[in-house]
């Protein structure tokens, strides 16, 4: 059973970092596409980051480009996402989601984890 769990999450001034990380277990994380995914209250849940299993191409949300970066160490486990210059719209629960590169239409979350940029 696939497991992922998200932590870093909290309160944070505008302006400030946040860097999450998901750790996930029960099989091979090499064989994943990792994204994050974020919903804000009383809106869908987007497209974060995305990176892919092996070549480590990334793609963003126009709304983090130049601000957010997707990174992936293989030996453990673990996909992060490193947020900088955060804003006050960039509040919402983060959640992670690997997709394996076999079987496409399936797709694995965690838990999630808050995100709050406050003053």
């Known amino acids: 059973q696939v497991q992922l769990v998200e932590s870093g999450g909290g309160l944070v001034q505008p302006g400030r970092s946040l860097r999450l990380s998901c750790v996930v277990s029960?099989?091979?994380?090499?064989?994943?596409?990792m994204s994050w995914y974020r919903q804000a209250p009383g809106k869908e849940r987007g497209l974060v980051a995305r990176?892919?299993?092996?070549?480590?191409?990334?793609n963003y949300a126009e709304a983090v480009k130049g601000r957010f970066t997707i990174s992936r160490e293989n030996a453990k486990n673990t996909v992060y996402l490193e947020m900088n210059s955060l804003k006050p719209e960039d509040s919402g629960v983060y959640y992670c989601?690997?997709?394996?590169?076999?079987?496409?239409?399936?797709?694995?979350w965690g838990q999630g984890t808050q995100v709050t940029v406050s003053s």
């Open positions: 990176i892919t299993s092996r070549s480590n191409v990334t």
């Open positions: 029960g099989s091979t994380f090499a064989n994943y596409a």
């Open positions: 989601n690997a997709k394996p590169i076999t079987d496409v239409t399936r797709d694995y």
